[in-house]
């Protein structure tokens, strides 16, 4: 009986200690490098271009300083970092690449965005004949201790804010601004859900796992399926008509499609599975609605 204690003892000291491990590891793996964006001044409102009438992206127009051509970046809460495509401005004055990092000034409306350590990755194609010249990402680092408005029914965004909009006052709810993933608190079918707002998922409403794909679908839905890729790894999608509702403390938007996906990387697969989310909402959910998210206090409205 004792040898069989010791067997039972030593099984749960190894499970508790893998455990610990395993923390700390998705710990440091989801853990964003620190913040090097200078940003000054308030934005005002800048006007959001869609890629295309399915608006599978979010754009925003740019400048470089001593350049008088509009680029374009796609805003993506889902990337912790501003990032800009080695192909789209190697032959930008007044950029500076070395090693994969970037030097340089830009601005975004009236906000002055600025960093000696901007992120480059090989990707992306030369801008010179694109009517449209996409040059990187806008990530979650311009949301972190700052206040913003997203504005899908006026088709705007403001950075920068210095304050709460007075009809945003008394209106908000607490979410999480952890590791620069945007996570907020929601009941779906009555049941208390985590989701992560990602404006790089713009085509989409929710984002969920296969099991939850069958609960939230009608039973008579037509099943649409597309393949894509997402920076090399080709996905593929099925899309169901729903009807349902997601209620975000006083606020709500109704769900009327869900979408579950194959084809995502182990590192996403395990960064949902970590944070404990059930799913992933997309710009579609809230194309009637305006979003004030205040990162500073974690705080969040919905109008």
């Given amino acids: 009986m004792k040898q069989i204690k010791k067997i039972i003892i030593g099984i749960f000291t190894i499970l508790f200690f893998s455990l610990i491990i395993a923390f700390f590891y998705f710990e440091k793996k989801f853990s964003p490098e620190n913040n090097y964006l200078t940003v000054k001044n308030e934005s005002g409102k800048i006007n959001i271009t ?77 801008t010179d004949n694109d009517e449209i010249k996409i040059v990187g ?4 680092d311009i949301l972190e201790n700052r206040k913003t408005i997203i504005n899908f029914k006026d088709n705007s965004i403001e950075f920068n804010l210095k304050k709460t909009p007075n009809y945003f006052t008394g ?44 609960k939230l679908k009608l039973s008579n839905s037509k099943i649409i399926i597309e393949k894509g890729n997402s920076w090399g790894n080709v996905l593929t999608t099925y899309t169901a008509q729903s009807k349902n509702e997601i209620h975000f403390s006083k606020a709500k938007v109704t769900l009327k499609q869900v979408t579950y996906v194959e084809g995502f990387s182990k590192t996403q697969y395990y960064l949902m599975k970590f944070s404990g989310m059930s799913g992933m909402l997309g710009n579609r959910i809230f194309l009637d609605k305006e979003i004030f998210i205040d990162c500073e206090n974690q705080q969040m409205g919905i109008k």
């Fill in 137 to 140: 990402t806008l990530g979650a």
């Fill in 50 to 126: 869609w890629l295309d009438e399915n608006k599978n992206a979010l754009l925003l127009p740019i400048n470089f300083k001593n350049d008088t051509t509009t680029y374009y970046v796609q805003f993506d809460t889902g990337s912790p970092y501003t990032t800009f495509y080695k192909n789209s401005i190697k032959n930008l004055p007044h950029f500076q690449i070395n090693d994969n990092i970037g030097n340089g000034i830009f601005e975004i409306g009236k906000t002055e965005i600025k960093s000696e350590k901007f992120k480059i990755i090989d990707y992306g194609k030369e």
């Fill in 171 to 214: 209106q908000t709810f607490d979410f999480k601004f952890r590791k620069r993933k945007i996570i907020i608190p929601a009941t779906l079918n009555n049941n208390k859900d985590k989701f992560l707002y990602d404006s790089g998922t713009s085509a989409y409403e929710l984002l969920t796992n296969k099991e939850n794909w069958q």
